[in-house]
């Protein structure tokens, strides 16, 4: 997943993140916020965990090599067991996003792969291995990745740009039987990220740049009826939908330190904080049960080994 936010002193990168030690049980990393460590035995970066449907098992991205960094494989894990099972590993950068990229429906996980020529979206079985793996999408002038699952399982929304640019984000809608063109529901100049399907299908939610700072929206699954959810000072990234679909958790620095974790109304009003931590927490994601799944790390995730997975109830509502 892309990192928006830049929280740290290079003092904190030194400081760096904590490896596979931090998921080891009991560990609370200095935490009075009743987060728990999910406890996963794999070294580097374990990210963008979100839940399964029956919320029994956790995907998550690992990255090798650090924090975003080098090559990144896709697991499941058992929340019971702690049994892992490796679904994507080819040694390029293969990355799911947090909230709906695994769908009932579709009896499939969504994710992009960095594989040659350029970033594209996949799926696969949860019960597949590495190698059944089978591409979506395929345009020759644009990337695409940050995929998320219609409720049905017969679309998937996600995030495009240019080839090798950062910038123009544009959320892009694609059925999978391809009987329906692509079709774009915001605009280039708008350079808008990271979509998330709403749990009745009707709405869709997505971070974008104004002024200079990441707010997040949400739309209806058409690309009509655009509006602001967020307000106030610092970013706000990397959110999804509330099993009800009525809230939405997300990753802000808006207390004017590190990122933690917020749920806000689908409605707007003041955002409710979830987890108060020095370090950074982001990547949400809800269980149908209400737990949520996120990323963490002692500093700055940025140039450090990289984050852990942890788990904390949702404060009353």
Known sequence: MHCWLRL?????????CSGSGDNAPGNTNGRGD???????????????????PDSDTVVLTRFRDGYNEGAADIYT????????????????ANVNLPGSCWSRAAGAIVFSSARDPHDEIFMINPAGSPGDEVRITGRDAFMAYEPSFSPDGQWIV???????????????????DGTVAYQALTGAAEDCRQPNWAPAGD???????????????????DGTGKRQVTAGPGD????????????????????????????????????IRVTDYD???GAPSWSSDW??????????PDGSAGTTLWVINTPDL
């Open 291 to 300: 737990r949520i799944v996120f990323e963490s790390c002692a500093g700055d």
């Open 203 to 221: 709405m869709i939610l997505y971070q974008k740049l104004t002024g200079g700072q990441w707010d997040v929206w949400i739309m209806n699954s």
């Open 236 to 271: 706000k990234t990397d959110a999804s939908f509330s099993p009800d679909g009525e809230w939405i958790v997300f990753s802000s620095d808006q207390a004017g330190r590190t990122a933690n974790l917020y749920v806000s109304s689908i409605h707007g009003g003041a955002a």
């Open 158 to 176: 996600f995030e495009s740009h240019p080839v090798d640019v950062e910038t123009q984000g544009v959320i892009m809608r694609h059925r999978l």
């Open 77 to 92: 894990c058992s929340v019971e067991t702690k049994t892992l099972r490796l679904l994507v590993s080819d040694g390029s």
């Open 34 to 52: 009743g987060a728990a460590p999910f406890g996963i035995a794999l070294d580097g970066s374990l990210q963008n965990g979100a839940w399964s």
């Open 279 to 281: 370090g950074y927490d």
């Open 8 to 16: 740290f002193a290079v003092l904190a990168v030194i400081a760096g």
